[in-house]
């Protein structure tokens, strides 16, 4: 039987404790639904370790136990609270290796999720970390993605953020690029994004537009691969990468290398620059299937007019 997003996690995380000699960190990993159904039935005797609400003291904790050599998971329940604890994580944990050779390995899964959940929750916050050196960045949205994250991360020393989102817990699905063709225009969508871009090419290719999608999973190191910048080149209109953060974030500057690679004009998409609130009149969404489809529409008709 095929494995969900959600049962790969949890398995990842027992095998870690189980096997590898590991600890998990985290805020309310027991409590109801047991993060999203992702953390295992286990005890603090098996290496699962509640944290309290002081989430600059937990990132030095969690440091710590890096420098020990121990591998902690550090689930972030909510990728806002990032904002607490990236300080201590950016400037001992990710300098440790290259300042003072000793490394402090770190998995740390931060979760995204949609909807009136305030300033500090809902959607993805992996800008805070990319522009840092001594971190790599993925956002697996299938199983096997998420296994790769791990696998990487136990054959290497580094600190890495897995950008996480509750929306994919549910899918068993591996996502596939689609670059065949003489395409109008190539999507490079990220986390979330990714679900909603492949409605948009079923809606686009409704209305007779070709359209291309690149997956982008490696946030950091980020790694244009040939057939990507092949097919931009031979697309009409290049690119559009999406985000489930701030657009002016990560997708703005995916965009440029991606521009710069392949000499095409590439457009963002992804959270507007203000904050989220409580009520669903407040929120802060990434780019919707409707949204892209229009975005698509708007870049390539304008380019036939202009020809």
């Known amino acids: 039987m095929e494995k969900t997003v959600r049962e790969t996690i949890k398995n990842t995380i027992f095998h870690h404790l189980k096997k590898n000699n590991g600890l998990v960190f985290g805020q309310c990993l027991t409590a109801v639904g047991w993060v999203g159904g992702t953390i295992p039935e286990l005890t603090e005797e098996d290496g699962l370790v509640e944290l309290s609400m002081a989430d600059v003291a937990n990132g030095g904790i969690v440091a710590g136990a890096g420098l020990s050599n121990r ?6 329940r909510y990728q806002g609270f990032n904002w607490f604890n990236a300080s201590i994580i950016l400037n001992y944990a990710c300098k440790s290796k290259e300042l003072w050779e000793v490394p402090c390995p770190i998995f740390i899964r931060g979760i995204a999720m949609e909807g009136s959940m305030g300033p500090v929750a809902g959607s993805s916050h992996h800008s805070i970390y990319f522009r840092m050196p001594g971190i790599k960045i993925i956002s697996p949205m299938t199983p096997k993605e998420y296994s790769l994250a791990y696998e990487d991360f136990m054959k290497n ?19 596939k690029d689609y670059l065949e063709g003489d395409l109008d225009l190539v999507l490079f969508p990220i986390s979330i994004t990714r679900f909603e871009s492949l409605k948009a090419k079923q809606e686009l290719e409704k209305d007779g537009y070709k359209i291309g999608i690149a997956n982008i999973l490696w946030i950091k190191p980020f ?8 097919a931009v080149k031979n697309s009409k209109c290049g690119g559009i ?17 991606l521009m710069k690679k392949t000499e095409k004009n590439f457009e963002v998409m992804g959270l507007k620059d203000k904050s989220a609130g ?11 299937c409707k949204e892209i489809v229009i975005k698509a529409k708007e870049i390539i008709n304008k380019k036939k007019n202009n020809e």
């Open 71 to 76: 591998r902690p998971i550090y689930v972030i």
């Open 157 to 175: 020393d580094d600190v890495m953020y897995v950008s996480e989102h509750r929306g994919s817990y549910p899918n068993k699905d591996e996502l």
């Open 223 to 230: 790694i244009i691969k040939k057939e990507w910048e092949n």
């Open 241 to 257: 990468v999406l985000d489930d953060d701030y657009a002016k974030g990560v997708a703005s500057n995916l965009a440029y290398e």
């Open 278 to 288: 409580f009520s669903t009149s407040t929120d802060n969404l990434p780019p919707s």
